[in-house]
């Protein structure tokens, strides 16, 4: 029977191209304005580490004072002082911890054809490569006594080995970054997470990846500076070591709910600690656990006008809808005669009103096809936008079925009414009236 219905739309469409055309066309356009932009928002919102992102959670503590004039720049409280990171890292409550802050170092390739140049990396403690997965291509970590002891070795990734020594089997090689030489101790494989979840606001969180890890301390004791975030309300703005200087970022992996819960008391004991020490102003209450995608939705890390785009476009569709809700009510009714024919021949309400809702699913899967060459396009357009999020805009094979499946959905429920009134046509009447 569906087979019947289908060649009845087909036929339908058929005899009226011109209004077929229209409705697949408006249905085409507000589908391809609409997938652009949610295509855009998924690629923005995906979770950047499948499987491993339920058990990374940001530990949260708010040592601003409460009058404290934050005028327009970062939140302060968004990163750590070096105090209340090194206090976390050292209770070791879960099962890896890591404290981190990205810097930008000027390399001097030891290739003469090369030219020095800059590389960005992060200066962080050893359970980084564990805790974020890290896959090593030679080489290994640093040791925990070169973690506490300041060692001047370094992490490179592979596509830094391949510039600076034109190979990646480079374990033991000296690099000279920041006017300091570190011993090559390990090479990862490239890493970059969409998005960076990890770095710093002030940092690009879509483009760009670190090219070198080296031990915290180690940064701290050549004092080399981090080019991220770094808000002080104290005297000693200028100091890292300052417990009124925020600027570290910090994860921990908890791997039960049990384990989350006991951090999140350890938080808040620490947080009342420091508040009774009178050290920090704010209630206990504001310390916070959060996942890694809780984390990222607090930072708001979609663009304002991503979202306000997104809403036009999908007010845009629902325009488009309205517009076919009337197209197909004047199509419909204007086959009264066809559907009193077919009542009288023995067809129920529920045949003609199948046989409609056929013929505009159909109208929604041609629709659907213009949208997919539609959003093509407007995802072109978006990638040759500056923003560094801009070349992460394709449509991969979730959004291309989500597309065809909403533009049949959509088009079928903008059918809905004028399949119902056409199914409710009283063929008595409409035959003697003929």
Not at 41 to 70: E, K, Q
Not at 376 to 400: C, K, N, T
Request: proline share 5%; glycine share 10%.
């Amino acid at each position: 029977m569906f087979g019947y219905y289908l060649d009845l739309a087909r036929r339908s469409l058929q005899r009226t191209p011109v209004l077929t055309g229209l409705m697949v066309l408006a249905i085409g356009l507000g589908i391809g304005a609409s997938m652009t932009m949610l295509t855009v928002l998924h690629v923005m919102t995906d979770d950047p580490m499948p499987g491993r992102s339920a058990y990374l959670f940001r530990p949260y503590l708010n040592p601003v004072p409460l009058r404290m004039n934050r005028g327009m720049g970062p939140d302060p409280s968004i990163n750590l002082t070096w105090p209340d990171a090194m206090a976390l890292l050292h209770a070791r409550k879960g099962t890896y911890q890591a404290a981190m802050a990205g810097n930008s170092l000027v390399v001097t390739p030891v290739q003469g054809r090369l030219r020095p140049f800059t590389a960005d990396g992060r200066m962080t403690t050893r359970d980084l490569f564990a805790m974020f997965g890290l896959r090593f291509v030679a080489g290994a970590a640093w040791s925990a006594e070169q973690d506490d002891g300041a060692a001047a070795v370094v992490v490179v990734s592979r596509s830094f080995a391949q510039r600076v020594f034109g190979k990646t089997q480079v374990v033991g090689s000296v690099v000279s970054m920041g006017g300091h030489d570190f011993r090559v101790i390990g090479v990862v494989s490239d890493w970059a997470p969409r998005p960076m979840f990890y770095v710093d606001a002030s940092e690009k969180r879509y483009a760009g990846a670190d090219a070198f890890f080296m031990p915290l301390s180690t940064g701290m004791a050549l004092n080399l500076g981090t080019n991220g975030n770094q808000s002080g309300w104290g005297s000693d703005e200028n100091n890292l070591h300052s417990p009124t200087v925020t600027w570290l970022q910090f994860w921990v992996e908890l791997d039960s709910p049990a384990a989350v819960a006991g951090y999140r008391r350890f938080l808040y004991d620490y947080a009342a600690s420091q508040k009774a020490a009178g050290r920090f102003q704010q209630p206990a209450s504001t310390a916070h656990l959060y996942g890694l995608m809780g984390w990222l939705g607090k930072q708001h890390i979609v663009p304002g006008d991503v979202n306000m785009q997104a809403g036009l476009a999908l007010i845009f569709f629902g325009v488009c809808l309205l517009n076919i809700v009337a197209l197909l009510l004047a199509k419909y009714l204007r086959r009264a005669a066809e559907v009193s024919v077919r009542r009288a021949l023995g067809a129920c309400r529920r045949d003609i009103f199948v046989q409609f809702s056929v013929e505009s699913a159909l109208i929604g899967l041609l629709g659907g096809a213009v949208g997919l060459v539609a959003a093509e396009l407007g995802l072109w357009s978006v990638r040759q936008r500056p923003d560094d999020y801009a070349h992460l805009a394709r449509m991969d094979l979730p959004m291309l079925a989500l597309a065809l499946t909403a533009s049949v959905l959509a088009s079928v429920a903008a059918g809905v009414l004028p399949a119902w009134r056409a199914a409710s046509v009283a063929p008595a009447m409409r035959l003697k009236s003929q």
